[in-house]
C-alpha cells in the first residue's frame, strides 16, 4: 500500500499461477505442462538462433511465424495474432475488445484470470453458472439480455470438459453484436476447434498457447485467430504497450514446433491414452472424474477432502492443484496427465492416503 | 475501424519502432542496436536451457535474474522488477505508478513511446519543452504545480544528452509527491545512474535494459529498480496482466549477461570511441552534433533537410532514424554508433551527399 500507487493497483487481486517449486524428484501435475519433451526441431531451431544476431530486435511483426500459423490452421496471416504466452493474448483482449458497457460474460466456474484481466481494466462482468453436471449451458448466453462480450475456455478450465462445435456455433449465431471469444488452450486433446468458424462469425476470436500440447510452457508463446478487424484491434493495443514481446528464440522455435505434426500427433496419442489409464484408476479408487477433454483430470473422492487430500501429495512429493474458491469444486483436484510411471506413482500414493483415512476425516 | 472494438481503440495511435527490414549488406544505425556480439557466456546458458526442461514454465518471479539484478547495483531483489524488455516495463509503470488526476509531465522532445501509454492508459500529460540547446531544465518540473507523474530519459531521446546526477536529484527533491520514472535505456554509455539514489527517494523509480549496452535486443529484457512498494504495484498489475512475461531462454541469458562486466566494459570503452570519432567526423562535414552520453549521436546539417539525407542514406543501404515530429528536431539524424568500418562506411556516404547537392535544394 503505497500513496505513490495509481487508484486501480490497490484494487488488484493478482492471478496466482500454480507453483513452480525447485524441489528435486518432485511429481509435477499441478500446472498442465506437457510430461514429454519438445520436438528436437524447436531445439534445433532455437540453437540456429543462439548467435550474435541477439543484439538485433526481433521482428516486431512476427511476420515468419505468423504465416507458419496461417498455414497451420488454413487462414491468412491478418487473422493471426501473436503473444507472449496466451495469457498476454487474452490479457489484450480484455483492452482491445471485451471493454465495453454492457458486462462481459463467462462461466462461474472458468479459468480464474479472467475476473482478474477485468478488473485490470475496469471490465463489468456476469458469472453464467455451470449446469449441475458442470458443462456450459448455451442458452444461458443467448438469453443473458445485452452482453459486452463472452469469453470461456473450450474445453472448460478446470473442469476439463468440452463444448461440441455445433453448440460454439450455436452461441455465436444468437450472439452477432459482441466479441465471443473461444479459449482454446487446451483443444488439442480432444475437443473439436472453432478455428474452422472464423470466416463465417466476424465476432469470434480463438486464442491458442503453445505450452500445453507443443510441450513450450518455457517459451511463453500463444496467438489468436479472428478476423482481420478483430487482429487489428489487438495489434494497436501491442503497439501501444510493447513492439516486440517475443524474442528471436520464442519466435524460432514456435515456428518450427508448427512444422513438427507428427511429434503433435504422437504426444496427443500418448497423453489421450494416459488420460484414459488414469481415469479408470482413479473411479476404481471411488473418484467422480468430470469427462475430460484436456491434458488434465478434474476429480473428486466423495469421502476426502480436495484440500487435505492436495496436501497429503504434496507431503509424498506429488503436485496437484486444488482450488478453494468457488465452495462447488474446492473438493475436486485437478490433475495434470503425466507419464505413466507418474500417473501410476499418483494412484499408488492415493491408495494409501484413502485406505489410512476414514471417511469421517473428511 | 470495427463496432467490435473497444471506445479504446478507436484512439491509439500506436508506437510505430525503427524498421527491421530484411535486407542483405544493409548498415543498420536505426534503432541503437549494440553492433558487437553479446557475450559469450550468454549464448552458452541459454544453450545450456535449451533442453526438454522448455516443457515448463519459467520461474514466475524471475528470482534468480532478480538476485543478479540487485547484487549487480547492490539493492536487494525486492527493489528489482524485470519485465519483457523495457518497454513492457514501461507499460506497467504507466499503468501501475503514473495513473494519477494531476498530468504526467514529460520532456515535450523524448521518447515518443511515452505518449502512447499515457493515451493507452487514460493519462493526461503536460510536455515540458527543452531548453533552447535541447538540455532538460529541471526548474522546469519544480515550478510545474502538482503532477501525477514525472518521466525522462536520461540520457534523453533521442537527443543523447545527459542530466547530472546532481540535477536529477534536485528534480526528486523537490518532488517528494509523485513518481519520477528516470527511463536509463542508454545510461551505460558515460551517465550518471540514479540507482544510487533509490535508499533516499521512495518515489524514485530507475528502469533499465539489456537491449543496448548488452548487446541483447533480440532476448527481451528489461528491468526496474526501486522502493519495494513501488515494485510491488509494478507486480501486482503485472501479476494481473501475464504470470511469465520473460522465458526460460531469456532469464538465463540476462543472468550471465550480467556475469560478464569485462565484456561490458570492453564495449562501452570502443562504443564511446567510436562515438568521440564519429562525432569529430560529422563535425568536419558542417554537422552540429548535440553532445551525446549514449550509444548514438543526434545530428543535423545547416544546409540539408534531416528526411532528404535520411532517404539518401536509405538508397546507399545506410538506415538512420529521423523524426518529423516536432518540427524542431526534423532536420536531425539519429545515427546508432557502428562499427569503426560502419561510421567510416556513413561518413563516405554523406561526403558524397553533401557535396552532391548545393544548399538551396534544402
Not at 476470436?205 to 487482429?231: F, N
Not at 510493447?242 to 496427443?268: H, I, K, M
Not at 475436486?332 to 483415512?357: K, M, N, S, V
Amino acid at each position: 500500500m503505497s500513496r505513490y500507487w495509481s487508484r486501480i493497483v490497490h484494487e488488484l487481486t493478482p492471478y496466482v499461477p500454480g507453483e513452480q517449486p525447485k524441489i528435486d524428484g518432485l511429481i509435477k501435475l499441478n500446472t498442465n505442462e506437457c510430461p514429454y519433451a519438445p520436438s528436437d526441431r524447436v531445439l534445433q531451431a532455437i540453437a540456429a538462433q543462439t548467435s550474435a544476431d541477439l543484439r538485433l530486435y526481433p521482428d516486431p511483426q512476427a511476420s515468419s511465424l505468423r504465416a507458419a500459423i496461417a498455414r497451420f490452421h488454413g487462414l491468412r496471416p491478418e487473422q493471426v495474432f501473436v503473444g507472449n504466452g496466451s495469457d498476454e493474448v487474452l490479457a489484450h483482449a480484455f483492452m482491445a475488445l471485451l471493454r465495453h458497457d454492457a458486462p462481459l460474460l463467462h462461466p462461474d466456474i472458468s479459468y480464474s484470470f479472467y475476473p482478474v484481466y477485468a478488473r485490470l481494466y475496469g471490465i463489468a462482468t456476469r458469472d453464467i453458472p455451470l449446469r449441475a453436471d458442470f458443462s456450459i449451458a448455451v442458452d444461458d448466453y443467448l438469453q443473458a439480455g445485452g452482453n459486452g462480450g463472452i469469453i470461456f475456455p473450450n474445453p472448460n478450465a478446470p473442469t476439463g470438459m468440452a463444448l461440441p462445435l455445433a453448440e460454439v456455433e450455436r452461441l455465436l449465431a444468437g450472439n452477432p453484436d459482441s466479441v465471443v471469444v473461444v479459449d482454446e488452450a487446451y483443444v488439442d486433446f480432444g475437443a473439436q476447434t472453432a478455428a474452422s468458424l472464423i470466416d463465417q462469425y466476424p465476432q469470434l476470436l480463438v486464442i491458442r498457447t503453445l505450452s500445453k500440447a507443443w510441450a513450450l510452457a518455457g517459451l511463453r508463446v500463444g496467438y489468436a485467430l479472428g478476423h482481420p478487424d478483430l487482429i487489428e484491434a489487438l495489434a494497436r493495443v501491442k503497439d501501444s504497450f510493447n513492439s516486440y514481446p517475443l524474442d528471436r528464440l520464442a519466435l524460432a522455435g514456435a515456428e518450427a514446433a508448427l512444422g513438427d505434426t507428427v511429434w503433435l500427433q504422437q504426444t496427443r496419442e500418448r497423453i489421450t491414452r494416459s488420460r484414459t489409464q488414469l481415469t479408470a484408476g482413479l473411479q476404481a479408487r471411488g473418484f467422480e472424474v468430470l469427462p475430460s477433454q484436456a491434458n488434465f483430470v478434474f476429480a473428486r473422492h466423495p469421502a476426502h477432502s480436495g484440500a487435505q487430500l492436495a496436501a497429503q501429495l504434496r507431503e509424498r512429493r506429488i503436485l496437484v492443484r486444488q482450488f478453494a474458491r468457488p465452495q462447488r469444486i474446492a473438493d475436486f483436484l485437478r490433475i495434470t496427465i503425466g507419464t505413466p510411471a507418474q500417473c501410476d506413482a499418483l494412484l499408488a500414493a492415493l491408495d494409501t492416503l484413502i485406505a489410512a483415512q476414514p471417511p469421517a476425516a473428511r
